[in-house]
């Protein structure tokens, strides 16, 4: 039995000189890789990271978008609470605002107007609009506006 062993080993082990130079290069080409499957991978990597920072960029638009609509609707709730919507004697000129600082709200101005419905009596159209002159570092002006309908008895059309 010892002589099959041995009778093994030596087929399995080769003297140095039997590993000629062709026999080196086919098992380093099968270990390693090569610089064309290196530039490839390469490629591929870049590609995927180009499309992982676009996506970001995207994501960055959409979070400034969100912080802008979240900064007007507190400048918005602030301006509601300063200028409440009291009518005395005409809705039309008792709930309209002009272009007023909202206290506390960073440069926002307020403006709402109020108007008669065309086809229903007693409903009036009242707009608010919060705006921030030269929003975000340019000459343009930033705004959010709200519509909503206020039923008011009493004060329709005669």
Do not use: H
């Not at 007023?100 to 229903?120: H, K, N, Q, Y």
């Not at 007693?122 to 030269?134: L, Q, T």
Request: contains cysteine; hydrophobic residues 45%; proline residues 3%.
């Amino acid at each position: 039995m010892n002589a099959a062993v041995s009778q093994g080993l030596r087929r399995s082990i080769r003297p140095c000189s039997a590993m000629g130079a062709g026999a080196r290069g086919a098992s380093a080409g099968a270990s390693g890789m090569t610089l064309v499957e290196v530039l490839l991978a390469v490629a591929i990597l870049g590609v995927c990271l180009l499309g992982l920072m676009q996506g970001m960029g995207a994501c960055m638009a959409v979070f400034r978008s969100s912080a802008f609509v979240q900064q007007a609707a507190n400048a918005m709730a602030r301006a509601e609470a300063q200028f409440p919507l009291e009518v005395e004697s005409d809705p039309e000129e008792d709930l309209e605002v002009a272009g007023e600082e909202i206290e506390d709200s960073d440069g926002w101005l307020f403006s709402r107007v109020c108007e008669a419905d065309e086809d229903e009596d007693e409903i009036y159209v009242v707009r608010s609009k919060v705006a921030r002159p030269g929003g975000r570092g340019s000459a343009s002006e930033t705004e959010f506006e709200t519509v909503r309908l206020l039923y008011l008895p009493g004060f329709g059309k005669d």
